[in-house]
């Protein structure tokens, strides 16, 4: 069966996994749908939904906020991000602080599940039978493996995998 599409108005499972599009939006101001996705976190809450992440999330997080901070650093000063990174490798030190405190609001809202051996075979079955992209695949794999089977995503991609649920505010 084909994966349901809700809206952030559905009515909610008891257990949603949340992938790092729906994660950065919702901490991040500057971001699309900001303000959706930092409602329906305040939903998820207030309902007594059990988010969930991974570590997936903590990374594609925090890689997030550096690379904002070094193409931010860039523009300033004339340069590619990976330029001002390569020049000044001690930049990311102080953009840390700032990674920090949104790794603390996200452990705040969220459960993270571990990641066990299996999760690489199936994200990798997941890859094939999808076309999705890895990072894709595992947050799918890692999410299954611990029984979920809903997601709040702003990433389309979610929508090919049969017999899942997904919550998204894109449209």
Known sequence: MPAERRSFYDILAPIIYWDATFAIAGLEERESFHAECDA?????ESE???SVTSDFVYN??????????LTDEGNRTGQH???????NPTFIATVMPDVE?????????????????TVMEQAFRLMHTYS????DAFHIAIAFNSGIHSFVSLDAD??????IVVYTCVP
């Open 101 to 117: 405190v949104k790794k603390a609001e996200l452990e705040r809202v969220t459960l993270k599940i571990s990641i066990s051996d």
């Open 81 to 87: 991000w990976l330029d001002v990174k390569r020049h």
């Open 48 to 50: 007594s939904v059990l």
């Open 158 to 163: 979610f929508l090919r995998v049969d017999d």
């Open 40 to 44: 329906f976190a305040r939903r998820l």
């Open 60 to 69: 594609e997080l925090a890689f997030y906020k550096i690379k904002s901070a």
């Open 132 to 135: 999705l992209l890895p990072t």
